[in-house]
């Protein structure tokens, strides 16, 4: 399995972004795929996840402003950040796994495929 990340960029406070991430490889019938950053001295958080049946999950530093959603493609899901804060300034990953539990997990224990990082860096 491989991971294509796209996205990110630099923005202002309150602006928005939108990162996407596809998986290769083979076709999954079922899948979580999961964001997780990292800002600058910190260590890595779980931003959110999916489930291939459109269950979700986020930390509640981003609840309410980010929204991840399955895209058209297959094995594909985007993060949508809107009224982005200075905070939310780190390199997000794309993690990827294989079948749900039922659970979607924010350890990054959890996910065995992950994309590059994808910079966002918000201004104020």
């Known amino acids: 399995v491989q991971l294509q990340a796209s996205g990110g960029g630099s923005v202002q406070v309150g602006d928005s972004l939108r990162l996407s991430c596809v998986a290769s490889?083979?076709?999954?019938?079922?899948?979580?795929m999961s964001w997780f950053r990292q800002a600058p001295g910190k260590e890595r958080e779980f931003v959110g996840a999916i489930w291939s049946g459109d269950t979700t999950r986020y930390a509640d530093s981003v609840k309410g402003r980010f929204t991840i959603s399955r895209d058209s493609a297959e094995n594909a899901a985007s993060l949508q950040m809107n009224s982005l804060k200075p905070e939310d300034t780190a390199l997000y990953y794309c993690a990827f796994d294989l079948g749900y539990s039922g659970t979607l997990s924010a350890s990054a224990s959890r996910y065995r495929y992950w994309g590059a990082g994808t910079l966002v860096t918000v201004s104020s």
């Open positions: 490889g083979g076709t999954f019938s079922s899948w979580v």
